[in-house]
């Protein structure tokens, strides 16, 4: 169980950095690369960027939680 979640942790950091990275700030960023700095005005967002959004923040979550449960894992 632990080896499952310790694996678990490495793919959702490395998901999370990746996403985070995606993410268009107010200068651009990563996702200009892809597209995402085309016509897209900062005030409002698109279907595609709150679906990165939504994606991250369930990725993070489950970050969260898999952390928690290493933590208890290795407690015992």
Same mark, same amino acid.
């Given at each position: 169980?632990?080896? @499952? ?6 793919? =959702? %950091? =490395? ?6 990275? @995606?993410? %268009?700030? #107010?200068? /651009?960023?990563?996702? +200009?690369?892809?597209? /995402?700095?085309? /016509?897209?005005?900062? %005030? ?8 990165? +959004? #939504? @994606?991250? &923040? &369930? @990725? %993070?979550? *489950?970050? /969260?939680?898999?952390?928690?449960? *290493?933590?208890? =894992?290795? +407690?015992?």
């Amino acid at each position: 169980m632990y080896l @499952i979640s310790l694996f678990l942790q490495f793919a =959702l %950091s =490395l998901a999370l950095i990746f996403l985070v990275l @995606i993410h %268009s700030g #107010r200068g /651009g960023g990563l996702s +200009d690369m892809f597209g /995402g700095g085309l /016509g897209a005005s900062a %005030s409002a967002s698109t279907v595609m960027e709150k679906n990165l +959004d #939504r @994606i991250t &923040v &369930v @990725i %993070s979550l *489950l970050f /969260g939680f898999n952390t928690l449960i *290493l933590g208890f =894992l290795i +407690d015992k």
